[in-house]
């Protein structure tokens, strides 16, 4: 167990309680809940930090998707299709996990956010209303292998910003609205975090200690997300997500070249 002071514990905490809410949203959480860990334990071994960051966004993420497939509507047949590959790539993806530096992180979740960004802001309409005419089996195939196999790796590997990617690539393959999209991500991330917890767990990565407390917030947090999405819209998930990659570019910029 790492010794953390009881105030770098409560901020830990509301780290993950916000995480949880972003992640219930929009997707992405692990990019506020990760450099948190990353700040709070300076000290932390960066698989620690990837392990933990798993065991607390798994309670969140889970109890968002029963709270989205109970009033959104979700394939949750084909959720689960792609979920099962994600498992897949996540175990692969978290083997090989051990060997990151956290000083690599850093700048590697800000390009990945910035990508995320210039799509989002060139894209006005994006996932403003579900496309029309049925989804061929062909593109279900493509959501199998981009956001199961794909993401699912990336998430094992490295982790933060998979929601968001997913809601992304469930609007721009499957033609969902950002809406269903997110209850969608929340069924396959849930996936992706099993996978890559087991993985990590197995070698030993996962500081229970800390992550328990933190995943009470993040469960608090995932749970009212998904309320306020549904009640919301579209239109609301759209300037959650702007506002948060927003946020963390300038955030993570500052902490690489100002600070």
């Avoid at 996936?191 to 800390?210: E, H, K, M, P, R």
């Avoid at 300037?239 to 963390?248: A, I, P, Q, Y």
Wanted: aromatic residues 6%.
């Amino acid at each position: 167990m790492h010794d953390i002071s009881l105030l770098t514990l409560l901020l830990l905490c509301l780290a993950a309680a916000a995480a949880g809410w972003i992640d219930a949203v929009v997707g992405g959480g692990g990019l506020l809940q990760l450099p948190a860990l990353l700040v709070g334990l300076p000290h932390m071994a960066a698989a620690h930090a990837l392990g933990t960051n798993k065991a607390v966004s798994i309670v969140g993420t889970a109890a968002a998707a029963v709270t989205y497939t109970r009033k959104a509507p979700v394939d949750v047949r084909t959720a689960i299709r792609i979920g099962l590959a994600a498992i897949v790539g996540s175990l692969g993806g978290a083997f090989f996990a051990a060997g990151i530096n956290s000083d690599v992180l850093r700048p590697l979740i800000m390009v990945i956010l910035l990508v995320v960004l210039a799509f989002v802001l060139l894209r006005p309409t994006f996932g403003a209303v579900s496309g029309t005419g049925p989804v061929t089996r062909r593109r279900v195939l493509v959501a199998i292998l981009v956001a199961g196999l794909g993401l699912g790796f990336y998430d094992g590997l490295i982790g933060p910003g998979t929601g968001t990617f997913l809601v992304i690539a469930f609007a721009a393959i499957l033609h969902m609205d950002l809406v269903t999209a997110s209850a969608t991500t929340k069924v396959v991330n849930t996936c992706t975090n099993l996978g890559a917890l087991i993985t990590f767990s197995a070698q030993g990565q996962v500081l229970w200690s800390i992550a328990a407390p933190m995943a009470l917030f993040n469960l608090g947090g995932g749970m009212l997300g998904a309320h306020m999405a549904l009640k919301r819209g579209s239109g609301f998930v759209r300037v959650v997500l702007v506002v948060v990659v927003v946020t963390l570019v300038c955030k993570l910029g500052y902490d690489e070249w100002v600070a």
